[in-house]
């Protein structure tokens, strides 16, 4: 994967959270190292299952609760989108 | 004026009833619950005795009596009690009937979960009673972060292992881990009539006037899409104890369009059955603030 390939991953993610949780965003706008849960985008863990429902879809993977480093996979756009670059079956 | 404080307060008072009762015995913790109860009513805020007094009036239809009072704060300090020992096991000496545990075996054999919505009513951890002897079900109970903060502590205190049964909110993954609670056939525990501050609120009528209840529980319920059941623990003196499980909804289903509309709807629903319970039986219903926000802001 090269840096413009994850790029568009993280481009195609933006779009997928902001169309799964119906965001008043752009996708454009969505700020790759904010935070996606309390401040930054305000995310919270009903918004996570939604994403962990719509990646599963797309990327035929499934986000485990008992994960250790779900505090890191969900910090921002950009590790979320690493975590599914790493992980998608498709 | 803050109520969020209360569940702190409880908080404080379990952590003190737990160590007395498994230090002591049930017998002498029992004994002590009567000083314990001087003390609380004694000692409550004034304003948190009126809020048990409006709550009281509603639910009896009449001016309540000092011995009414007794009753609620008493009845409370026993179910903090009984958590020490219903948490960890201890049911040996509890007489806990169950009422409708067949509609959720129906749920366990189609191997689905289901989502428990109870109240601060009697005692939800009578619901552990069901575990052990009938099928093992795992039982998790969702919680916004603010009081599971204070559960945590409680369990830590109680049996550590069993501190991984509260699903916090706070935690991103928490609703994953919901469903995946759910979809191993266990169940989810939520509580529908309290809601930390900030949470939307949506006012139905309960005991007789428009209260604020938060929206969230049942939000939570139709993201998880499983099926719904309500449970109560019914405090019926020393040591008694109904369960009762009622069918609620196949599946709690909000209408996107009109959002605010279904959820008033469901929580009306939920909020019926809640008043009849608390008429039947008034002193098991513990939220000691102004519920039906009666007072003026200082």
């Keep these: 994967m090269t840096v413009r390939d994850s790029l568009a991953l993280e481009g195609e993610m933006a779009e997928l959270i902001v169309a799964s949780l119906r965001l008043e965003v752009a996708p454009a706008e969505i700020d790759p190292e904010a935070p996606l849960f309390g401040e930054g ?24 609760s008992d994960d250790e480093h779900n505090h890191r996979i969900f910090a921002s756009l950009r590790t979320l989108a690493a975590h599914v670059e790493k992980h998608r079956a498709r | 004026m803050s109520w969020t404080a209360q569940p702190q307060r409880g908080g404080g008072w379990l952590r003190v009833m737990a160590v007395i009762a498994l230090g002591l015995g049930w017998r002498a ?24 007094r409006h709550y009281l009036a509603r639910a009896l239809g009449r001016a309540p009596g000092l011995a009414d009072m007794w009753r609620l704060y008493f009845a409370f300090a026993a179910t903090l009690l009984d958590r020490a020992y219903l948490l960890t096991g201890r049911t040996a000496g509890y007489a806990i009937t169950i009422e409708g545990l067949d509609a959720m075996r129906a749920h366990a054999r189609a191997g689905r979960g289901c989502i428990l919505l109870g109240a601060h009513f009697g005692s939800f951890d009578a619901l552990r009673s069901i575990g052990g002897a009938d099928a093992p079900v795992e039982i998790r109970i969702l919680m916004h972060h603010h009081m599971a903060d204070a559960a945590h502590a409680m369990f830590n205190a109680l049996d550590p292992s069993r501190a991984r049964d509260i699903i916090s909110l706070g935690n991103p993954a928490a609703m994953i881990e919901a469903s995946e609670c759910l979809a191993r056939g266990g169940v989810i525990g939520i509580l529908g009539d309290r809601a930390p501050r900030g949470e939307r609120m949506i006012s139905v009528p309960f005991l007789g006037r428009e209260a604020p209840f938060p929206g969230g529980p049942l939000q939570l319920a139709a993201i998880l899409g499983a099926p719904v059941l ?29 959002r605010e509309a279904s959820l008033t709807e469901w929580l009306g629903r939920y909020a019926t059955r809640l008043e009849a319970m608390c008429r039947a039986h008034p002193f098991n219903w513990f939220n000691f603030y102004d519920f039906w926000q009666e007072e003026q802001p200082a």
Excluded at chain 1, 41 to 64: C, H, M, N, V, W
Excluded at chain 2, 34 to 46: D, E, F, G, K, Q
Excluded at chain 2, 230 to 254: K, Q
């Design chain 1, 41 to 64: 985008l305000g995310l919270d863990s009903i918004d996570a299952l939604e994403i962990a429902l719509a990646i599963s879809k797309t990327y035929g993977f499934q986000l485990r």
């Design chain 2, 29 to 52: 913790a029992q004994a002590l619950l009567y000083p314990i109860t001087l003390v609380y009513l004694a000692s409550s805020p004034s304003r948190m005795r009126r809020a048990s």
């Design chain 2, 230 to 258: 309500l449970c109560f623990g019914t405090w019926l003196g020393p040591r008694r104890y109904a369960l009762r499980f009622e069918p609620f909804a196949e599946r709690v289903t909000l209408d996107r369009a009109a």
